[in-house]
């Protein structure tokens, strides 16, 4: 009995599959416009955030000021108030105990402040 060889088949359809990868982000952005301009267009904002930063021996500092709990939940509150949608850019040394993290995180939690991003530093670095 004499079988199908597909092989030929599924070099031409990778083929085809590497040309749709390439083309379809070339006809996505080819539509070219001259917009109007108006004094009401207005960029978008940048996203705001704030800095919090957690040294070796637990201490926290909002924004490069040394901070202490009661006062850091305050000023979350206000940038929560003013802001919502304020992002939480936590810098925390390895060396910090994992319930501290907890503990900041939680107060810029409880004030509204939910969008929180870990910063480290890529490997290779010293």
Not at 90 to 98: E, G, K
Request: charged content about 20%; cysteine-free; glycine content about 6%.
């Amino acid at each position: 009995m004499s079988e199908i060889n597909v092989t030929p088949l599924v070099d031409v359809m990778l083929v085809l599959v590497v040309i749709f990868i390439i083309t379809a982000p070339l006809l996505a952005s080819s539509i070219r416009l001259d917009l109007p301009r108006t004094d009401a267009a207005k960029p978008g904002e940048a996203p705001k955030f704030v800095t919090l930063v957690v040294n070796k021996s637990g201490q926290a500092f909002l924004n490069d000021q040394a901070i202490e709990l009661p006062e850091l939940e305050r000023s979350l509150a206000q940038t929560a108030a003013s802001r919502p949608d304020t992002e939480v850019q936590l810098r925390a040394d390895a060396a910090v105990p994992y319930g501290r993290i907890v503990e900041v995180m939680g107060l810029a939690q409880k004030v509204g402040l939910n969008r929180i991003g870990f910063v480290a530093e890529p490997v290779g670095k010293p």
